[in-house]
């Protein structure tokens, strides 16, 4: 028969292999957590740069019109403005003519 020390002593052998065998099993649950958590955190971020890769295309095709369409606003503002020194020289021209035809 075994002596009750190396009874003792398997009893905290055993306890102790328990406890291990525990303690890696929590681990290794929270590894899993962890993973999963990161897992999570990098679909969001990837589904959050697609949308921001989105957003900068839409903005680059506005301010892309906003610049064809300034461009054709200057053209016109040009002409208007040649267009207003024309009247207005018309005007002046009218107003002298009227002015020679009453004296």
Do not use: P, W
Not at 6 to 18: E, G, K, Q, S
Not at 61 to 73: D, E, I, P, W
């Amino acid at each position: 028969m075994r002596d009750f020390t190396t009874m003792v002593t398997d009893t905290r052998n055993l306890h102790t292999l328990a406890n291990i065998l525990r303690y890696r099993s929590e681990s290794r649950r929270q590894v899993g957590r962890a993973r999963d958590n990161l897992r999570y955190i990098g679909e969001r971020v990837t589904r959050g740069m697609d949308e921001i890769e989105q957003d900068v295309g839409k903005e680059l095709r506005v301010t892309g019109r906003l610049t064809t369409q300034s461009a054709k606003l200057a053209g016109v503002l040009r002409r208007f403005g040649s267009l207003e020194e024309n009247v207005i020289e018309v005007g002046t021209i009218s107003r002298h003519r009227s002015k020679e035809i009453r004296d």
